[in-house]
């Protein structure tokens, strides 16, 4: 079964329990739907390498080894990104801070903007610590979304969407919910010590009976349990469809929102590379930019950017890479100059062969330059 098959699933109404109608009530849908976005994006971003650059040559110091191994002494760098991707979408924003050459991820704090002077954060938490420091935009990694009112538009919509979700639940339980008429014979009137027998009757004997799947109800003389008529016979037979629809209306404005093609988030792949590549394009691509750009202007001055220092969340490797069946194709990288051997083998994962031949890159003589070949062609023209 696919992860997530329950999108599509009907719902008997033994399953409508009163703890999952007060999920409904609160818009867990909506948080459901958010999660699985957030971890789907989050999961994607962490996978990637970070790449650093000088003058424009890909390096390996200081800067890589936090990004790509262990930014401080209690987390590892793939929990670090996905808790960054994280925070950036469910808080609107994640401030990062250097702290003794570690880079931590803020679990709290203050944005004092001020307009056309340096922003400035106050308050920050990581864990329990608290830092009393003040810090500068210019000394702390800020990242924020694009447009920050698109979590408070998914937090209104869903608003109306609780309302709307418990309705449906409310007539489907109440059309499908199955009721019984308990009778028995004559019992005086403001009888309270019938009552509260009666009532223990119901808790001991009658309720356990209607909720257990196999069970015994002594009926004595005088006295009958019966079923009465299920839902209105006047209106139409309430089914889980209308809840259904509603679930799937919430995974798919997450979605929406989110970039995210929504095979991906059903699971329901058929063409997965074209889906692959439009989620990268417009669901991670955006994003990683922004990330790489903040890391970028925070530990590089504008003279060293231009002359090539940078850093770069590579995406190219978020598909799975078959790599017998992608041969053909690496062949003509590396043919066509444009990875040496060790870059195509980095490019899927593998170790490179580190021998100065293989990172040396290679052309085959079906490429030249127009004007070498018009010379060629000229000069032979000439000799005949």
């Not at 400035?120 to 210019?138: D, H």
């Not at 990683?288 to 090539?308: C, D, H, V, W, Y």
Request: with cysteine; proline share 3%; net charge negative.
């Amino acid at each position: 079964m696919k992860a997530f098959d329950f999108l599509s699933r009907k719902v008997d109404v033994a399953m409508l329990d009163p703890a999952i109608i007060a999920l409904l009530q609160n818009a867990s849908f909506k948080n459901l739907a958010l999660y699985t976005a957030i971890d789907l994006i989050a999961s994607t971003i962490s996978k990637c390498e970070i790449k650093t650059f000088e003058d424009g040559k890909e390096v390996k110091g200081s800067l890589y080894y936090l990004l790509n191994v262990q930014p401080n002494v209690n987390e590892g760098a793939t929990p670090f990104i996905y808790r960054l991707v994280d925070a950036i979408y469910r808080e609107k924003g994640a401030l990062v801070i250097m702290k003794s050459d570690e880079l931590f991820l803020a679990d709290g704090f203050t944005h004092e903007k001020n307009g056309t002077k340096e922003d400035r954060f106050r308050q920050i938490t990581v864990g329990k610590s608290n830092l009393p420091a003040t810090y500068k935009a210019s000394d702390v990694f800020h990242f924020r979304l694009t447009d920050e009112k698109v979590i408070d538009l998914i937090e209104g919509v869903y608003k109306d969407y609780g309302v709307a979700i418990q309705s449906a639940v409310n007539a489907f339980t109440r059309n499908n919910g199955v009721k019984y008429k308990y009778k028995q014979g004559s019992v005086k009137a403001g009888d309270t010590d019938y009552n509260e027998k009666l009532k223990n009757h119901i808790e001991s004997a009658i309720k356990p009976f209607i909720e257990s799947s196999i069970a015994v109800y002594p009926e004595f003389e005088g006295t009958s349990l019966e079923v009465l008529e299920q839902g209105n016979s006047n209106s139409r037979r309430s089914t889980s469809d209308d809840v259904i629809a509603m679930r799937k209306d919430a995974f798919d404005l997450i979605a929406q929102v989110l970039h995210i093609p929504t095979p991906i988030i059903y699971g329901n792949i058929t063409n997965i590379r074209e889906i692959v590549n439009l989620f990268v394009t417009f669901g991670i691509d955006p994003l990683a930019k922004m990330i790489s750009n903040e890391f970028t202007r925070k530990t590089a001055t504008q003279a060293e950017i231009l002359a090539g220092k940078k850093v770069v969340i590579d995406t190219n490797r978020v598909a799975h890479i078959d790599i017998v069946s992608m041969a053909d194709k690496f062949e003509k990288l590396i043919s066509s100059s444009m990875f040496s051997p060790d870059g195509a083998l980095e490019l899927v994962g593998l170790e490179p062969i580190g021998e100065p031949w293989s990172s040396q890159h290679y052309m085959t003589k079906n490429f030249a330059l127009v004007l070498d070949v018009l010379n060629q062609m000229l000069g032979g023209e000439n000799n005949e």
